[in-house]
Structures are given as C-alpha cells and as structure tokens.
C-alpha cells in the first residue's frame, strides 16, 4: 500500500526557512518524479516544485530562487528546503507523485506569520 508521510512544516516569522521532508513507501520512489504542492485556504492544490529523476527540478514562478527540491533515493525521500518565506506561502503542503499521483498525504502545515 502506497503511504506519503510529509512533516517539517511549523510557524515562521516572514523571511525565515523550514525544510519539508516527504517519505514514500509501497512504491518505487526512485523511478518516479516526485512533486511538492500546497494548498492555501479555500483554494486549489497547486504544484510548487517537482523533481525528476535524473535530478532535473522545475519550480512554479511564485518560489523560484526561494524554494529548493532534492531527494534522496536512498531514503525514499523527497525535501523542499524553503528560504524567505512569506505570508502568502501560509498552506499545508503535500507531496505526491507528478505522474499518476497516488492517495494523499496528510500534509504538513506551514504558517508564515508577518
């Protein structure tokens, strides 16, 4: 049974960093390109930064130069390292496969107080 643990969200004063970690069992997470999302109060999940495999990572416009993605195969782990937070960066986050995505996490909540 595939299962997506994140954790590592918190509150942060703007302009701070956390560091997300996502775990994947019940897949093969080192064939899979890997994504993060958020979702903000009442509106949509959207993608923030996906991975590939052979390393190559693509970041939506709102967090590029802010926001890093890196994974470690070894642990079946997916992180986001963020950096400058902002108050519009408040959502729970989730990570998922891109490709044929699987259940959902619970996420894991970040807050960016300003």
């Known amino acids: 049974q595939v299962q997506l643990v994140e954790s590592g969200g918190g509150l942060v004063q703007a302009g701070g960093s956390l560091k997300l970690s996502c775990t994947a069992s019940?897949?093969?997470?080192?064939?899979?390109?890997m994504g993060w999302y958020r979702q903000a109060p009442g509106k949509q999940r959207e993608l923030v930064a996906r991975?590939?495999?052979?390393?190559?990572?693509i970041y939506a416009d709102s967090v590029k130069g802010r926001f890093t993605i890196s994974r470690a195969n070894a642990q079946s782990t997916v992180y986001l390292q963020m950096n400058s937070l902002k108050p519009e960066d408040t959502a729970v986050y989730y990570c998922?496969?891109?490709?044929?995505?699987?259940?959902w996490g619970q996420g894991t909540q970040v807050t960016v107080s300003s």
């Open positions: 998922n496969k891109f490709f044929a995505p699987v259940r």
């Open positions: 019940g897949m093969l997470f080192s064939g899979s390109t």
């Open positions: 991975i590939y495999t052979d390393g190559t990572t």
